[in-house]
Nanobody, 124 residues
């Protein structure tokens, strides 16, 4: 079992920045991919970013590429999402997810564990 706990969400004005953190505990030694997804009210959960076990290969959805940066610190069992130039359309609950198997994927059913989510609200 793996437990994921997100933190760092909040309210920010458009153009501002936030950094989300996701701390993993439990059977973390075999985790391959770590990802971030988000879900806005009335919408499906969507892929935001993911990173492989090495922390050197990130993946982003087009709408956040160039504004968000995902990183991973395996020594701390933590994955981060630095979000810059935030827009009102980035408003959502952000979820951390973890997967045991390769390759890195963009679909929710590829991930084995999920955090409880953290709210990000961007005001215009």
């Amino acid at each position: 079992q793996v437990q994921l706990v997100e933190s760092g969400g909040g309210l920010v004005q458009a153009g501002g920045s936030l950094r989300l953190s996701c701390a993993a505990s439990g059977r973390t030694d075999s985790l391959y991919a770590m990802g971030w997804f988000r879900q806005a009210p009335g919408k499906e959960r969507e892929f935001v970013a993911a990173i492989d076990w090495s922390g050197r290969i990130p993946y982003y959805t087009n709408s956040v590429r160039g504004r968000f940066t995902i990183s991973r610190d395996n020594a701390k069992n933590t994955v981060y999402l630095q979000m810059n130039s935030l827009k009102p359309e980035d408003t959502a609950v952000y979820y951390c997810a973890a997967a045991y198997t390769a390759p890195v994927r963009w679909t929710t059913n590829a991930y084995d564990y999920w955090g409880q989510g953290t709210q990000v609200t961007v005001s215009s």
